[in-house]
């Protein structure tokens, strides 16, 4: 797996889990509880928009290596048959 993918999912698992704890009081607890929730749905929001664009980006790149290796595999087979 490519280093970039695994740091984006750590990226998109940390956001999120700070999101739950300022959503719940722990990291800020003096802060005002609708100011906090705010913060912690958008903190949430943005460590899964993260985590579904990490998912896209590696279905993207399955079909590329898919459609390479049957590039490839057609360039083979044209080959073999003229021969």
Do not use: D, W
């Amino acid at each position: 797996m490519n280093a970039t993918i695994i740091i984006n999912i750590l990226t998109s698992v940390i956001v999120f889990a700070v999101g739950l704890l300022i959503a719940f009081g722990v990291i800020t607890p003096s802060m005002e509880m609708s100011t906090r929730m705010i913060f912690g749905i958008l903190f949430m929001a943005y460590g899964i928009y993260r985590f579904v664009n990490v998912q896209t980006k590696i279905k993207i790149m399955k079909m590329q290596e898919r459609s390479e290796k049957m590039r490839q595999e057609t360039e083979e087979l044209i080959k073999n048959a003229k021969k």
